[in-house]
């Protein structure tokens, strides 16, 4: 394997000249460049950024822990931050935490094993499964995205997810509908009781009664959702639209509802938190909040290089604004159809 040392040598040379270039950390003509990347290109050079960082009392390398990739928020998310990674010189360790918080606590010590920097986190738990500035501790510098709360005393970035549910049930509400039932995500989850919470307070700010058994988690997976959906529609009277809470349960609701041979929106709307990029192929292409994943992939990225570039001060949260995407599964309930259909005749 060919060391730092051999392609000073093929290039003419210092391994300084090579490292700097490699690096970045200090100043290098175009010509030596030329030559250090020609070396390093036809002798198969690899550098060892943990070595290098071990040198250097610096690291390349950053962690990033969320709780399921195969859902597509998470696929975006992973994809924008390795983008944010890439263009400021970082590689990323991605780790699957599969929602347990235990597998998360191993995959950051992990990370910090391999000598990461910093790593960005979406927590799994809610708060009773941590203890106050666990985070923050230790050498490793944290910053938390999605299930972001202040009590895990590091730097946070989520969306305003009771003005993301807002922004779906005032829409059900506008179009006539009473009787709207929640496909809820894990309760334990500050992410999931914040949604719960914009839900109810806009029933309750628009007049309209909160029925406890018009809500069913889905645990943000797409099985439970299916099996939610099931569950609620067992109420009579039926509910005549469904808000659910991510894009993973959508899709088992849509299922379900497919399955019940029930039509959307003839038979019942439907409206979630989650664009993903089958939602329009969906017939009907399906009405959704969308959070703004480029966003705030870059802002936890800058956040965590601030903090490893040395800022101080107490945690920081930042919250971003969702946006309502109209498509075509939602419309007035049937039985304000029905009633306009006999005015008409």
Known sequence: MATMKDVARAAGVSVYTVSATLSGSAPVSPELKARVRQAVKALGYERNSVASGLRQGTSSLIGLVVSDVTNPFFTELVDRIQIEARQHGYSVLLGISGH???????LLRLMRSQQAAGAILGPAGGAADYRAADLAAGRMKVVAIDNAFPALGVDAIGLDNRKAAALAVSHLLDLGHRRIAMVGGVPRQHVARERLAGYRDTL???????VPALIEPGNFRLEDGYAACKKLL???????????ANNLMLIGVMRALGDLGLRVPQDISVCSIDDFPWASAFQPALTVVQQPIADMAGAAFRALLGR????AGP???????????????CAAPPSRLSAR???CS
């Open 100 to 106: 347990d918080v235990a597998r998360e606590a191993e």
């Open 234 to 244: 067992r109420n009579d009277p039926r509910p005549s639209a469904l808000f659910v």
């Open 315 to 329: 945690p920081a949260r930042q919250l971003l604004s969702p946006h309502l995407v109209v498509r075509q599964s």
């Open 341 to 343: 259909r006999q005015v």
């Open 308 to 311: 490893l570039g040395g800022e």
């Open 204 to 210: 309750r700010r628009r007049g309209v009664a909160f």
